[in-house]
């Protein structure tokens, strides 16, 4: 592979980094739970300092996001609540799904900034996507289009009740 030592574009670069600090907002990880429509939004839990809400394109039928409140784009920005706090949210999520959809696996993951695929790269979300052999047919390899085989409205119900039903068991523990 030949390399092509471009230095000179490092503060174009850098510039528009400074220009994307400075945009408003506008971010729906920031917005959507100041609505308080958790059914609409698909909010399906909130935590003091983190939630998780259902991604709105998703690429199976459960695929959710567990995000901060706050605005911060990394890991390290997190605080040690945030941190953890999404982390038992991932362990009780991870139980949820396996009760509501029993899925052959679970991808978990993050893209931290738009070159790591970041989809909303000043706002961090971990993502969590219930798998099953051959979810994946021939529609996305020649057509270039994901089926869908449920609606959100009703992913949503089903683990919003798993939830629920997890949440009053916890209590009845203690």
Known sequence: MDRLWATWRMPY????????????????????????KDEETCILLRGVK????????????????????????????????ERREILEQLALIERAMGEVF???????????GRAAGAGVPGHIHFHM?????GDCNFM???C????????????WRRLREALVRMGEEAEKER
């Open 144 to 155: 270039d289009t994901k089926v869908i085989p449920q609606g959100i409205h009703d992913v």
């Open 13 to 36: 670069i850098d510039t528009l980094k400074e220009e994307e600090k400075q945009k408003k907002c506008g971010c729906f990880l920031c917005e959507k739970p100041k609505e308080n």
């Open 140 to 142: 996305p390899v020649l």
């Open 50 to 81: 983190t939630f998780v809400i259902l991604n709105m394109f998703p690429y199976n039928p459960g695929h959710l996001l567990i995000a901060p409140y706050r605005h911060v784009g990394t890991f390290h920005g997190l605080d040690d609540e």
């Open 102 to 112: 029993a899925p052959d696996g679970i991808n978990m993951g993050v893209n931290i």
């Open 129 to 133: 996507v219930p798998r099953w052999q």
